[in-house]
């Protein structure tokens, strides 16, 4: 992986979220001290326990919510806003789409939206269902789908808006684990295929391990921050019972041992 900046570049430097308590009168600190760049095309997770502010992190470079302090920028612009550069992929699917529209019309929504033409739209609603393994479903609502699919048109919604950046926020979360594993891979599939830029969130090791080129990880709130980083420089698909595998799993549960 090339090391040089790009526009694309997440920069994240000395960023402190604080949310106010539930007296109203103070803030508690979610975040603090938050370092990371992570660069244009890679795969990148951030693991840490439960609450310990990752999906806030997530959500600070989508632009949905504001920094406390610090800098957050994609190349040299500052991150103050959501931009069609970005992209969120949420745990829950159901809540994403739109159960009266078809796949494909799902699909479609973010390019009706621009007003691409409707030949255009269907020539990259095709591509995306394909590339997310959903040909032949395009007629169904979701309704009729399983959990897993529901993901992949999340997924192929997504990608059809071009964005440069996909935030993944535990994704494969509410799935079952047979279908977990499968999404696994179809998922490192198309990020080969696309060259996107992943940050994905999770508080499963393995699946940080079965993922990421670097795993961040983050320490237990409040104030939390990325102790950690660990590149995993095996091939993909990867391999639970690799030896270097168990090793990086052994080294990464080390930092959530009481
Ligand atoms: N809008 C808010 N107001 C006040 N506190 C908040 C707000 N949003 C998040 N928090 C707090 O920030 C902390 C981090 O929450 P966050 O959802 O980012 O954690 P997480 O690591 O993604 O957790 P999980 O893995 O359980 O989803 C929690 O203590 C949460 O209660």
Same mark, same amino acid.
């Given at each position: =992986?090339?090391?040089?900046?790009?526009?694309?570049? %997440?920069?994240?430097?000395?960023?402190?979220?604080?949310?106010?308590?539930?007296?109203?009168? +103070? *803030?508690?600190?979610v975040?603090?001290?938050?370092?990371?760049?992570v660069?244009?095309g /890679?795969?990148f997770?951030?693991?840490?326990?439960?609450?310990?502010?990752k999906?806030?992190?997530?959500?600070?470079?989508?632009?949905? %919510?504001?920094?406390?302090e610090g800098?957050?920028a994609? #190349?040299? /612009?500052e991150?103050?806003?959501?931009?069609s550069?970005?992209?969120?992929?949420?745990?829950?699917a159901?809540?994403?789409?739109f159960?009266?529209?078809?796949?494909?019309?799902? *699909?479609?929504?973010?390019?009706? =939206?621009?007003? *691409?033409?409707?030949?255009?739209?269907?020539?990259?609603?095709?591509?995306?269902?394909?590339?997310?393994g959903?040909? #032949?479903? /395009?007629?169904?609502?979701?309704?009729?789908?399983?959990? #897993?699919?529901?993901?992949?048109?999340?997924?192929?919604?997504?990608?059809?808006? &071009?964005?440069?950046?996909?935030l993944? @926020?535990?994704?494969?979360? !509410?799935? &079952? !684990?047979?279908?977990?594993r499968?999404?696994?891979?179809?998922?490192?599939? %198309?990020?080969?295929?696309? +060259?996107?830029?992943?940050?994905?969130?999770?508080?499963?090791?393995?699946?940080?391990?079965?993922?990421?080129?670097?795993? #961040?990880?983050?320490?237990?709130?409040?104030n939390?921050?990325?102790?950690e *980083?660990? @590149?995993?420089?095996?091939?993909?698909?990867?391999?639970m019972?690799?030896?270097?595998?168990?090793?990086?799993?052994?080294? %990464?549960?080390?930092?959530?041992?009481e």
């Amino acid at each position: =992986m090339a090391l040089s900046a790009t526009p694309k570049t %997440i920069h994240i430097e000395n960023v402190n979220k604080a949310f106010p308590d539930a007296s109203g009168t +103070n *803030v508690h600190y979610v975040l603090r001290d938050v370092n990371l760049v992570v660069q244009e095309g /890679e795969f990148f997770v951030l693991l840490g326990p439960s609450g310990c502010g990752k999906s806030t992190l997530l959500n600070m470079i989508a632009g949905f %919510i504001s920094k406390t302090e610090g800098r957050l920028a994609l #190349g040299d /612009e500052e991150i103050n806003k959501p931009g069609s550069d970005r992209a969120m992929v949420f745990q829950s699917a159901d809540a994403s789409l739109f159960p009266w529209l078809t796949v494909r019309e799902n *699909v479609e929504f973010g390019l009706r =939206m621009k007003k *691409v033409p409707k030949a255009e739209r269907n020539r990259i609603s095709d591509e995306f269902i394909r590339l997310v393994g959903l040909t #032949g479903h /395009e007629d169904k609502f979701p309704k009729a789908l399983s959990g #897993g699919m529901k993901q992949r048109v999340q997924l192929a919604r997504v990608l059809a808006n &071009d964005p440069a950046i996909l935030l993944m @926020d535990e994704p494969f979360g !509410a799935l &079952d !684990a047979m279908t977990r594993r499968t999404m696994q891979k179809e998922l490192i599939r %198309i990020w080969q295929q696309t +060259n996107k830029t992943v940050v994905f969130v999770t508080h499963d090791i393995q699946e940080a391990l079965l993922l990421g080129e670097r795993i #961040g990880i983050m320490s237990i709130g409040p104030n939390s921050r990325i102790s950690e *980083v660990y @590149d995993v420089p095996l091939p993909y698909p990867r391999d639970m019972a690799d030896a270097r595998f168990l090793e990086l799993l052994q080294a %990464i549960e080390s930092h959530f041992e009481e």
